[in-house]
């Protein structure tokens, strides 16, 4: 029976190195899987207990956080060598429950909820250029309303894991108190029938992939109108005022 010091090796090609007290690994200790990775923290009766540390050798990966008597994490951090570290509730291996992801390199930064791994529920997404997308995700996608948020513009619609639904009605504000309200496309650009508006104007009008196509109608506050037809963005034959 160990006591003390030392080192146990297993017929699987695991062994574990620390304290033993009773014959069981009891105190500080690692135990190293076949594979190559650890596990090291503080052990009571065979089992980690409290905050520990896990290094996976492939794809490159370190969690460190609480564990219970089973052995699975509650809150933890988790560190990748490409840079990349998630920081929130884990269960059976991967994120589950409210979470941060952050990849520097790539310029990405989710926070919300998870699920099987996978961000699901409410969530942020921040992208490169301060973009930043906010609503509902589903197995890893934004879905239901979202949010789209730039210092350009803020776009409001509906997403249906990850794109934009067909025949989409939206918004999309853009400085200056200036606004569409219509159609879009898969793309976002304005798609269908729609509005164009800013303070003593609106226009009335069709547009295909951002190019305004049929007839239109402009009405100012003052009562004036002028109405016509536009072709791939550009007027054809006569408007009449």
């Known amino acids: 029976m160990k006591e003390g010091q030392g080192t146990i090796l297993f ?12 014959g069981f690994s009891h105190g500080k200790g690692t135990f190293y899987f076949p594979n ?32 219970h008597e089973e052995s ?23 994120p589950e429950g409210q979470g941060k ?18 961000a699901h529920g409410k969530g942020e997404l921040l992208l490169e250029g301060n973009m930043k997308v906010t609503g509902e995700w589903l197995e890893g ?13 803020e776009i409001v619609c509906g997403f249906e894991k990850g794109q934009i639904r067909e025949n989409e009605q939206g918004v999309i504000n853009f400085p ?41 109608k402009v009405l100012f506050r003052t009562g004036d109108t002028i109405e016509g037809h536009m072709e791939d963005g550009e007027f054809r034959g006569q408007c009449e005022i």
Request: include cysteine; glycine fraction near 16%.
């Open 11 to 22: 017929s699987n090609g695991a062994s574990f190195t620390g304290e033993f007290r009773d």
């Open 36 to 67: 190559g990775d650890c596990l090291q923290g503080n052990w009571k009766e065979d089992l980690l207990q409290g905050k520990g540390t896990m290094i996976i050798s492939k794809p490159g990966m370190v969690i460190e956080g609480d564990f």
């Open 72 to 94: 699975e994490t509650k809150r933890v951090k988790v560190q990748w060598k490409n840079g990349a570290f998630y920081e929130g509730e884990f269960k059976d291996g991967r």
């Open 101 to 118: 992801y952050d990849h520097p390199l790539e310029g990405v930064l989710y926070k919300g909820s998870w699920k099987n791994g996978r």
């Open 141 to 153: 996608f934004p879905h239901g309303e979202i949010s789209i948020k730039h210092v350009n513009f």
């Open 176 to 216: 200056e108190k200036f606004k569409y309200s219509g159609g879009l496309s898969r793309n976002l650009n304005f798609h269908g029938k729609g509005t164009l508006s800013q303070e003593d104007i609106i226009v009335f009008g069709k547009w295909e992939d951002g190019k305004e196509n049929g007839s239109f």
